[in-house]
Each structure stands twice: as structure tokens, then as C-alpha cells.
């Protein structure tokens, strides 16, 4: 079956920077857009970035510039690059696709 796992998470000072990882399998992974979603305490989740099955990206406002988004397919991964992060950016990261989730991978972001 379908399976996504996130990983690269952590503790981040404000205005550093960290790499997730999403690796799937069970799928032919190049055919799919995957996206990435945040969710923190209290708040629904969020769309943050997607990326389609030729490396097109599209980010919400609040990271456009701050995040990257890339793929390798040759791994089965994408990958999210969080830049300048805020402490508003901590939450728990998803990738998905095909109604698929992963369990997620938390960032914080705090001094």
C-alpha cells in the first residue's frame, strides 16, 4: 500500500533553517503531485506547498520565499527547505498525496 513518512523535524532558533524529507513508497511516485501541509496547537491544517510531477511548485502567501519545495524521484522523495523561519511556523509538517497521509514531523520554533 501507499505509505508517506516525514522526517527533519526539530527544535529551530527563529530565523534558522531546516530540511524535511517525505519518502514514500507503494507508489509510482513520479506520476504525483505531493503536498506539503502544517498543522499547529489549536489551528486547522494548512496547505503549505505542492509540488507536481514536472517539479512545479506553488506555496501559500505566508512562506512564498521562505520555503522550497523539491523533488527526487529517483529516491521517491521531496523534500520542504525552510528558511527564516518564524516562530508562527512551528507545527507539526504532513506530506500527502492520494488521500494519503504520512504521521508528520514536528518543527519548533523558539529561542
Known amino acids: 500500500q501507499v505509505q508517506l513518512v516525514e522526517s527533519g523535524g526539530g527544535l529551530v532558533q527563529p530565523g534558522g533553517s531546516v530540511r524535511l524529507s517525505c519518502a514514500a513508497s507503494?507508489?509510482?511516485?513520479?506520476?504525483?503531485?505531493i503536498n506539503w501541509y502544517r498543522q499547529a496547537p489549536g489551528k486547522q491544517r494548512e496547505l503549505v506547498a505542492s509540488?507536481?510531477?514536472?517539479?512545479?511548485?506553488n506555496y501559500a502567501n505566508s512562506v512564498k520565499g521562505r520555503f522550497t519545495a523539491s523533488r527526487d524521484n529517483a529516491k521517491s522523495t521531496v523534500y520542504l527547505q525552510l528558511n527564516s523561519l518564524k516562530p508562527e511556523d512551528t507545527a507539526v509538517y504532513y506530506c500527502?498525496?492520494?488521500?494519503?497521509w504520512g504521521p508528520g514531523t514536528q518543527v519548533t520554533v523558539s529561542s
Open positions: 500527502n498525496t492520494a488521500d494519503v
Open positions: 509540488i507536481i510531477r514536472g517539479g512545479s511548485t
Open positions: 507503494g507508489i509510482v511516485f513520479s506520476y504525483y503531485t
